[in-house]
């Protein structure tokens, strides 16, 4: 018998109770001394009702005491049991975030798990530089026919002759591949075919790790072999976007060649009559001259031979992404059997460097959580030396 049942049959009177709940009631008062008090104070009332008669509100204002206490017992049990899932539910989301947090940014690796990411090695040719051709991106067929089209013919009116445009061509397209080493080396090898050089070359991923790869190409492909180049390229893994943009630069190209030789017209005239001059002035007011004119000649000719560069060899950036075995279920010779092998075996590799990630966390928390520990016990010791 507990406390509350004790209490629940003081309020029934010693003849209505069976001989059964008699002895448990006095079991439970020898064990529990404020029961008993509470019994003992209802017999001597009940002999007090012998001799003299006690108002009704009397009794009913202990019982209502009771029925109080017990209300307030419950609404702290319930606050209790409240604190606890709010307790849980809190470190719950803690584990949880951190662990999210650690398996983000990669804690406990060399670095974070971006810079883990970051390039693998990156290397540039020597005549390689800032890659400033802007371009424009649209997704189409790695067959665009408009990447087919020849090179308009342009009539300049100042020189008075039919003369080629200065087109400049920036290709940009994107392939994904589930044999990522070969399709590197394949991409390389097609551009020293045709002519052209690796500008630049990005490489992203860590193999070790289990972590996809990412490849960027700034290809320098000759403007004649541009076409053949897209061709072989497009056998080599599978292109999901593709972008072509043409640049006409033909009027600012004949404009600097015009002005060229304008100049260079000058630097002849002021030879001859550097030839010619007597006196000092004149010397020095010819040679001034020559200095300016042969800035801008080395102005203009620095200009065009910048228009030759982007306009003989086109810009080819090209984006090699690695599939992992989930991704790999894209590629459309993936049976339904192997896309869920696949996207179980990428489950359980998530799974497990997720797990990995909360132990990193909890462990590295354990100073945080002692120094928070201390703070609590000390509040604690506080609050209880107040109540004191």
């Not at 974070?112 to 040719?125: D, F, L, P, V």
């Not at 665009?144 to 300049?156: K, N, Q, R, V």
């Not at 075919?193 to 700034?218: I, P």
Request: charged share 25%; proline share 3%; with cysteine.
């Amino acid at each position: 018998m507990d406390c509350r049942t004790f209490a629940l049959l003081l309020e029934v009177s010693p003849e209505e109770r069976d001989p059964l709940q008699q002895q448990e009631m006095a079991a439970h008062a020898q064990q529990c001394p404020e029961c008993a008090a509470l019994l003992q104070v209802m017999q001597d009332m009940r002999e007090m009702d012998e001799e003299e008669q006690l108002p009704p509100e009397f009794s009913m204002g202990w019982r209502m005491k009771i029925r109080g206490e017990e209300a307030m017992q419950q609404k702290r049990m319930k606050k209790q049991y409240l604190m606890k899932m709010l307790a849980t539910a809190a470190a719950v989301v803690l584990v949880f975030g951190g662990a999210t947090l650690s398996y983000v940014n990669g804690w406990g690796l060399p670095g974070n798990k971006n810079e883990n990411q970051q390039m693998m090695y990156s290397r540039t040719s020597a005549s390689g530089g800032n890659v400033n051709g802007a371009y424009t991106m649209k997704t189409s067929s790695m067959m665009d026919t408009a990447a087919e089209e020849a090179a308009p013919m342009l009539a300049s009116g100042d020189m008075g002759a039919v003369q080629a445009a200065k087109i400049i061509r920036t290709i940009d397209y994107t392939i994904k591949t589930k044999t990522f080493d070969t399709d590197y080396e394949a991409i390389q090898q097609l551009a020293l075919a045709s002519g052209g050089y690796v500008e630049s070359l990005n490489v992203y991923g860590d193999v070790l790790s289990g972590e996809t790869r990412y490849a960027h190409f700034t290809l320098r492909i000759p403007a004649e072999k541009l076409q053949e180049f897209i061709g072989k390229a497009n056998t080599v893994g599978a292109a999901t976007a593709y972008s072509e943009h043409m640049q006409d630069v033909s009027a600012d190209y004949y404009d600097t060649a015009a002005r060229l030789e304008t100049q260079q017209a000058k630097m002849e005239r002021l030879n001859e009559l550097l030839s010619q001059a007597t006196s000092m002035t004149d010397l020095i007011e010819i040679e001034s001259a020559i200095s300016d004119t042969q800035y801008q000649i080395d102005r203009y000719t620095g200009q065009l031979n910048y228009f030759d560069s982007k306009v003989n060899y086109s810009y080819v950036y090209v984006s090699l992404q690695e599939l992992s075995d989930a991704d790999a279920v894209e590629l459309p010779d993936v049976t339904l059997g192997e896309r869920i092998v696949n996207a179980v075996k990428e489950s359980v590799r998530d799974m497990g460097e997720f797990a990995e990630a909360a132990i990193v966390f909890m462990l590295a928390a354990l100073p945080w959580c002692a120094v928070l520990a201390v703070i609590v016990i000390v509040i604690k010791m506080v609050r209880r030396a107040k109540k004191k």
